[in-house]
């Protein structure tokens, strides 16, 4: 016996209850933190925001934060495509223990990362010694900062293009070979274009890790005010000195990120969606013809 669609409807007062529910929660938890967030930054005027923004220290750590996004994020990306030309196009002993290892930042603490770093560079760990012997400062440094954010964030961008590479096959690349074209030619002509959105989705999501990046940042970072204070770092700095103002301007930085990188993430889930339906309306095309 078949139901109608009607019978399959939930009933009008479910529908009103949960969205009014969903709303509910979205206001509370979403806006309402966010609409804090600009109303505190801006309680004592424009003037003390524009102050607090452009303070030393403040300047210092959106700098910093600009310099370690601008070093990890071409690093995570040459990693993620190798990791994942790697992964989707050849099979090799050990191929599962580099997946699990890519997939490793996402299940340790970032404390935990940070901790890690201390362990191996730190004044007391294992290659300390040397570095000290060396003058060459990791932890407490920009370097350590670096570490901890490539650590943090060289999953994102093979965790978009493995499964898409995976889906997208070698017919093309391998077609490309066989008239002669060269491997990098093949990898910008033809690899590149099919995986660019994909691509361009793990390195939004990747620089917004990267600059909003907390806990292994604030193990190896030391703290320094004005030298090796990230801009969330500062935020909490800052709120602990009693300058609310000044810790919801930086908070109000971050936030502008996150706004900005969920609409280009939007904006190229969208894309990706029509490019694999063209793609799926060129391959029936291409069956259908006898």
Known sequence: MHMTKAALKDPVWVRYGLTAAALLIIGLFLCLPLFSIFFQALAKGWQAYAEQISNP????AIRLTLLVSAISLPLSVVFGVSAAWAIARFEFPGKGLLTTLIDLPFSVSPVTAGLLFVLLFGANGWFGEWLQAHDVKIIFAVP????????ITCPFVARELIPLMQEMGSEEEEAALSMGAGPWTMFFKITLPNIKWGLLYGVVLCNARAMGEFGAV??????????????????????????????????SLLTVLAVVTLVVKSFLEW?????????????????AKP
């Open 144 to 151: 350590g900062i670096v570490l901890a954010t490539l650590f």
């Open 218 to 251: 604030s193990v190896v970072s030391g703290h320094i005010a004005g030298l090796t204070n990230t801009l969330p770092l500062h935020v909490e700095a800052t709120y602990n000195e009693y300058n609310a103002v000044g810790a919801f301007a930086g908070a």
């Open 57 to 60: 220290d403040t300047v210092s």
């Open 271 to 287: 894309k990706q969606q029509n490019n694999r339906k063209r793609t799926e309306a060129t391959d029936a095309a291409h069956a």
